[in-house]
């Protein structure tokens, strides 16, 4: 099992900035990736950041790409999401995840074996 805590989420007024952070422990992998999605009300989990641990290669979300940054400390087990240039549509339930084997649909939530509980993100303008 892996266990995820985030913390780091607030409100914000358009245009700050946040840093959200993922503390994993409890078993490891070889290969793995964590990531974060988020979900606003009514809408399907979209796909923001992930980081694959054993080469530090990155993945962006479109709708963040030049915004947000994901990476990691790796004595702490622990990844971060630098969100700068904030928008409302950024406004979401952030949940971090971790795929242990490092599936090739890193964007889809249905790669992620295990998720955090959420923390909330609202932009206002």
């Known amino acids: 099992q892996v266990h995820l805590v985030e913390s780091g989420g607030g409100l914000v007024q358009a245009g700050g900035s946040l840093r959200l952070s993922c503390a994993a422990s409890?078993?490891?992998?070889?290969?793995?990736?964590m990531g974060w999605f988020r979900q606003a009300p009514g809408e399907e989990r979209e796909f923001v950041a992930a980081?694959?641990?054993?080469?530090?290669?990155?993945y962006y979300g479109d709708s963040v790409k030049g915004r947000f940054a994901i990476f990691r400390e790796n004595a702490k087990n622990t990844v971060h999401l630098q969100m700068n240039s904030l928008k409302p549509e950024d406004t979401a339930l952030y949940y971090c995840?971790?795929?242990?084997?490092?599936?090739?649909?890193?964007?889809?939530?249905?790669?992620?074996?295990?998720w955090g509980q959420g923390t909330q993100v609202t932009v206002s303008s």
């Open positions: 980081i694959r641990w054993s080469d530090g290669r990155l």
């Open positions: 995840a971790v795929d242990p084997y490092g599936r090739a649909s890193y964007h889809l939530p249905r790669a992620y074996d295990y």
């Open positions: 409890g078993r490891t992998f070889s290969d793995y990736r």
